[in-house]
């Protein structure tokens, strides 16, 4: 394929309700897609999902959208790119910057799916036809109103349960949710918000059965997340603290955890994502994929890469309908009542919905020879 043109849409969707995590509470989202155009007259579509600010990471939707428009895409222009590996060859000396590079080569396999005419789970390697959806709550001011929460959740069918705490609302939560609905699968995302000293806490959350508790240390952290899953009999998951293969390799070979959430745009791609799934495989180190409020468009990539044989574990990939007033794709992305969803058995499974994109884009950088 040969790209002639770019465009970079910056993207401010509504969510339903406020979504609260230990860093931040929100009430809309900010994401970016990448459009490119081929000499072969094809166009695709990858989302770039970089938030307002940088509290996830570094990135932010501003910063991506300069590092895609002065650094990634221009050297792109009018090159003829036959592999993902000449792809990412391009912007390989790049140092970080994961969610823009996300956002092109998901645009790639797009292309490269019409081109072949194959979806994406065949081009990756994927062996399920449905996957497990699971859910992801926010923080609330109470407990009761996340018991609320959770209650709505599961009638809708949902097994999987995944509840964002921070100090002062962790052990009193994991108590509730268990005292009013017994041995649910039931995790719990830290985000970053504790220490080593907090220890008490983790032993004393040891005795509710958890799923896993997800990065619950410093987001650069892998040394005393393997100090402190010494330390407990729960399994630790690590999120934020990996971003490329390597990082993995050292987190499985010192034990920091015994879970890994695989978020493509946080490690640099889907075919980075299979790489790192198929190198915890070999490690006997489980996998999932993990959201960041995409859009159901960068929900479709996330279900195809979830039907890969090492994403044993339900993933943050709920319906499209979940957390947006409007989302861009058409037909909805739909959880079914025993929390599968099917996987798509051509190109992405869905196609964008030009007026709804049209209403919650805020700026278009264009980028051409």
Known sequence: MIFTKFEILHLKPKLKKAFETSFGRFDHNETLLVKSFTKEGLVGFGEAPAMQVPFYNYESSKIATLVLKEYILPQLLNKE?????????????????????????AAFWHIKSQEENKPLWALWGGVRKEVEAGISLGLEKSVEEILIKVEKVLA????????????????????????????????????????????????????????????????????????????????????????????????????????????PPRVGGFWQSKLMAELCEKNNIPVWCGGLLETG???????????????????DTSGSDAYYTEDIIEPLMVVRANSQIDVPQEGVGFQINQDALKRITINTVEITS
């Open 81 to 105: 790119i036959n592999s993902v590996d000449e792809l990412i060859k391009t912007y390989s000396p790049i140092r970080g910057h994961n969610m823009a590079k996300t956002g092109i080569e």
């Open 156 to 263: 809708k069918g949902f097994k999987r349960i995944k509840i964002k705490i921070k100090p002062g609302m962790d052990v009193k939560v994991a108590r509730s949710v268990r005292e009013k609905f017994g041995n649910i699968s039931l995790m719990l995302d830290a985000n970053s918000a504790y220490q080593l000293r907090d220890l008490p806490i983790f032993k004393e959350l040891d005795q509710f059965n958890l799923l896993m508790i997800e990065q619950p240390l410093s987001y650069d952290d892998i040394i005393d997340h393997a100090k402190l899953q010494r330390e407990i009999k729960t399994p630790i998951c690590l999120d934020e603290s990996i971003h490329s293969l390597d990082d993995a390799r050292k987190a499985i070979e010192s034990g920091a955890c015994k879970i890994i959430n695989i978020k």
């Open 297 to 315: 468009w960068g929900k479709a990539f996330n279900v195809h890469i979830s039907s890969l044989n090492n994403f044993k574990l339900a993933g």
